[in-house]
């Protein structure tokens, strides 16, 4: 059993210097063999551990990771979390996953101080207008808080913001869904970790999945770093490296990775209370609870799994901001960095069964898939255990490249992150 | 980021390309006998290798031709440039 975080455990630590915490999870060897194992320890990959353990009681399951959890994308991104997403399906997915994000910290006993600031995205063009319009109907319209607002609304909203009308992409107005807002990234893959390794998951660092074999049509286990683990189900959660796994089955997706990269600030005090996303000009920012400014750029256009991007892509995004915020012209920035995302022709994710039995993929999810981490994870444990797609995730198929059914949300659905 | 040497203009840097993306992706030669896989295979599927890879750039602010690169994605590092419809001189 795990202890109960809480006030009193942490008095009662504070006294032992902080020397006595209980392990989150343990580090166990891999068994020889499993009912399920998921590949890839990020969020996406822990959360369906998790569920597969807590509601479908598969508790002879194993994560596997070939660094350490949460090292991924997991770790290296903006932390936006919103589901003002265009589309019935994608509002569906993605306001599942808020919804579970409202409770989780009670849930996992784990504080991933999940912090609804609201998300607010700014036009800059006539076409934005309009689009962002379209989308605050569409989300009403699908039971999403959205509001659109007038430049005066967006000033109102956030006073940094330069709503001159005399800059180059001046800001004609802006949405903003209230209960959106920003997570604590490491501790949501922690705090699954943690919950799942109290059921009895296997957390497995360090290993790398070299092969997957296949007898015919089905799976048969993993070649790993750490051996052979035999098991019937296999569930893909590898982000950037999702087209790697595959070929390893002989599969296709179709995916492309490619850099995204961030920055952070100097820690300042505190001067956003919000998220402010900019699509047009490819500038999001928030502040961190340190009190650093978190910024996310665009991608490059090149595929590589090098974790490193363009100078020219970062440089873009500060010019951005700096004509939008000329308040931060004396900030310094402390660090940057890149991940590597698989970006899906539709932008959308995949969460699906594949042709070979036993294996499945939850992948695509490019620049925008850590809002979508709880609830990814449920519908992707449902699909597993039960070898269906939950309705939520239907929609999601690796078919629809075949069938046409795409669930286009580029540029509309203000999609990046 | 890195410098390119467009075949056509000499080394610039990397700001002046577009990549686009995997090279020798043949059209169908006919296109009206294709079912719904091929087409799925064509339009959309990638090899996306994590390693040495074909690929398609266009120096776009530039000379705004097309050429093929062999280039390994696993640290960005170029290996090969060579002009649109010459045979790769690899493989
Ligand atoms: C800079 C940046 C900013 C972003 N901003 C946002 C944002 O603001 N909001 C948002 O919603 N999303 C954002 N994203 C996207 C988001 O980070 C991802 O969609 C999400 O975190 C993916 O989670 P995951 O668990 O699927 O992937 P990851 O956390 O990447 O986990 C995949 C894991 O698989 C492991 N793995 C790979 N190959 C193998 C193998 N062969 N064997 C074993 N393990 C393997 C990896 O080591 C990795 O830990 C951003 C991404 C980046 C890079
Ligand atoms: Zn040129």
């Known amino acids: ?417 | 980021m890195f410098i390119i040497n467009c075949p056509f203009c000499g080394e610039r840097d990397q700001s002046e390309f577009k990549a686009g993306g995997e090279a020798h992706i043949e059209r169908p030669k006919q296109p009206t006998e294709l079912n719904d896989e091929e087409w799925a295979e064509y339009l959309f599927m990638r090899k996306n290798i994590k390693g040495i890879q074909f690929e398609r750039w266009n120096h776009a602010h530039g000379c705004r031709k097309w050429f093929n690169m062999l280039r390994d994605t696993s640290n960005d590092e170029i290996k090969l440039i060579y002009k649109m419809g010459e045979k790769s001189p690899i493989e």
């Open chain 1, 1 to 417: 059993m795990k202890n109960k975080y809480s006030i009193f455990s942490l008095i009662k630590n504070a006294f032992s210097y902080h020397e006595n915490w209980q392990k989150a999870w343990k580090d166990p060897a891999p068994k020889k063999e499993y009912d399920a194992v998921i590949v890839g320890g990020g969020g996406h990959g822990l959360a369906t551990a998790y569920y597969l353990a807590k509601k479908h009681n598969m508790i002879n399951i194993a994560v596997v990771e070939k660094n350490w959890i949460g090292g991924g994308n997991t770790g290296r991104n903006t932390t936006i979390i919103r589901s003002n997403y265009l589309w019935d399906a994608s509002a569906g997915l993605y306001d599942h996953a808020l919804k579970i994000w409202e409770g989780l910290s009670q849930e996992l006993n784990y504080n991933i101080m999940f912090s609804q600031r609201g998300v607010m995205n700014l036009a800059h063009n006539l076409q934005d207008v309009r689009d962002l319009k379209r989308r605050t109907h569409a989300n009403r319209l699908n039971g999403i808080d959205a509001y659109y607002l007038s430049t005066e609304e967006v000033k109102k909203f956030c006073p940094i913001i330069n709503t001159s009308s005399n800059i180059r992409y001046p800001v004609l107005g802006g949405t903003l869904q209230k209960r959106a807002g920003t997570a604590r990234h490491d501790a949501v893959a922690w705090g699954y970790a943690r919950g799942a390794d109290e059921m009895g998951v296997d957390i497995i660092q360090n290993c790398e999945v070299k092969g997957i074999k296949r007898n015919g049509d089905e799976v048969e286990g993993l070649e790993t770093t750490k051996g052979f683990i035999k098991t019937k189900k296999i569930g893909v959660v590898a982000a950037g490296h999702s087209s790697v796994l595959a070929n390893m089955a002989g599969l296709r997706l179709p995916l492309e990775s490619k850099p995204l990269q961030a920055l952070v600030s100097e820690p300042v005090k505190p001067i956003i209370d919000t998220v402010v996303m900019s699509n047009a000009v490819h500038a999001y920012v928030s502040q961190s609870d340190k009190g650093e400014l978190v910024i996310g750029a665009g991608t490059d256009d090149y595929i590589s799994y090098s974790q490193k991007g363009s100078h020219q892509i970062v440089e873009g995004t500060l010019n951005a901001i700096l004509e939008l915020y000329p308040i931060f012209s004396r900030m310094r920035m402390l660090r940057q960095w890149g991940g590597i995302v698989d970006i899906c022709p539709d932008a959308s994710p995949i969460l699906s069964k594949t042709s070979i039995k036993g294996l499945y993929f939850n992948c695509g999810w490019g620049t925008g898939g850590f809002k979508a981490t709880p609830g990814s994870g449920d519908l992707f444990a449902h699909t597993i255990a039960n070898d269906e797609p939950h309705k939520l995730n239907a929609a999601f198929n690796l078919n629809r490249f075949v069938s046409g059914d795409l669930v286009d949300e580029h540029g509309a659905a203000a999609v990046a992150h």
